[in-house]
Structures are given as C-alpha cells and as structure tokens.
C-alpha cells in the first residue's frame, strides 16, 4: 500500500530552527510537495521538489532523497505565525498526490 | 472570483437528507478534486475529475457523487446524510500532470 510518515506533533521556540520529516511509500513517484495549513484555513502550497536536494525559498528549505523515500522541511527564525500543521504530500504513478496525515507545530515563545 | 469558491461556509443537516456541497474554479485548471479531513486522518480524496465531463472514485466515495458538466464546476452531492459524514471538506484544483494543488478554503459540514 501507499503510506506517508511524518511525526504527529512538535514544538519549538521563536527565533529558533525546526525540522519536519517526511517519509514516503508509494507505487511511483512525480514530485513532493509541502503545504502549510491554519486551524480552520486550507492548505497552502509551500515547496515542491522532484528532484534530490535542497530547494530554498526565503526561511523555507525543503529537501529529497528519492532513494531513501525521505523529505523533510527547515524552517529557519521561527516565528509565532509558523504555528501550523504541515503537511507531506506525493505524487504517485497516476498522478494523485498522497497526503500525509500532517504535522502540527506549535511554537512557544 | 479569484480561485476556488466553495459553498456553503458551513451548514447543519439534518440525517437523511441531500445535499450539494458547490464548488467553483476561474483558472481553468482540468483536474480537480473532493477530499474530506478528519482530525488525525489527513486529507482523504472522495471524488475526482482529470477533465470536464469525466470523474473517477477516490479513496472514500461511498454516500458521495460527483459530476463536471463544465471546466469550472464540481459540486459533491451526499444523496442521503449520515453523522459519519460530518467533516470539513474542501475542494481543490491543479493546472496539469506536475502541478500543485489549489484549495477551496472549505466547507465545515455536521450532520446530526
């Protein structure tokens, strides 16, 4: 079967850096995606990697490894407004993204 | 519009009854989706549509039906309104084959 991995809760401190793990299982695979999520809000995109390697974009990075089936995101200068669930997402073979059940992070000042 | 427009915002229905959550697109993305999230179980694909005038089954289409007569439309009907559908749905669209997902901002449904 198809299965995404990512812990179900963290937490971190303002100002400092966090790390997200994602790992992934599935029947193929065309792209990674990161989506940011608020309470009551709907996801919003936030990186896609296809390829193996860092994608950075402002405090964002996002990196792959198709080989070990593992993603993960850096957050840099954490800040109150990062408070969120985060979410992994893989594209299969057909094309369907699969999506990890998300990751809440709370940020503590 | 700018986007995705879901409606209603929320609603209460009573069991048994029909409903047509409504969904609509101004991108002309081809493909779009109906998914469902539950605390602790993440986004769940109900129904999809890869291009006006055809859908396919998600991972949880039992009580749901879609159609898409048009590029910009997709509403999700629940023929008959179970508690277990109580959810927040959310409809989204993609522009092709490598594309990201855009969403609706969603639907809070209860049923009681």
């Known amino acids: 079967g198809q299965n995404i991995d990512q812990p179900t809760e963290m937490t971190a401190t303002e100002g400092a850096i966090v790390q997200i793990n994602c790992t992934y299982q599935?029947?193929?695979?065309?792209?990674l995606f990161w989506y940011q999520q608020h309470a009551g809000e709907a996801p919003t995109f936030l990186s896609y990697?296809?390829l193996d390697g860092l994608e950075e974009k402002g405090r964002f990075s996002s990196f792959l490894s198709r080989s070990k089936g593992y993603s993960y995101l850096l957050l840099k200068e954490l800040q109150m407004k990062d408070s969120a669930s985060y979410l992994c997402?893989?594209?299969?073979?057909?094309?369907?993204?699969?999506w990890g059940a998300g990751t809440k992070l709370i940020i503590k000042p | 519009i700018a986007g995705i427009t879901q409606a209603p915002t929320s609603q209460i229905l009573a069991a048994g009854r029909r409903m047509t959550l409504r969904c609509t697109q101004d991108?002309?993305?081809?493909?779009m989706y109906w998914y469902r999230q539950d605390l602790g179980l993440g986004l769940r694909l109900i129904h999809y549509?890869?291009?006006?005038?055809?859908?396919g089954k998600g991972e949880v289409p039992d009580g749901y039906s879609v159609s898409r007569a048009n590029t910009d439309d997709f509403p999700l009907t629940l023929a008959s309104a179970v508690p277990s559908q109580t959810s927040v749905y959310f409809c989204?669209?993609?522009?092709?084959?490598?594309?990201?997902?855009?969403f609706g901002s969603g639907t809070r449904l209860t049923v009681v």
């Open positions: 989204a669209s993609s522009d092709g084959l490598s594309g990201g997902y855009t």
């Open positions: 991108m002309r993305h081809n493909a």
């Open positions: 549509s890869n291009t006006a005038g055809t859908t």
């Open positions: 599935t029947s193929g695979f065309n792209g």
């Open positions: 990697n296809v």
């Open positions: 997402a893989v594209k299969d073979s057909n094309y369907q993204l699969i």
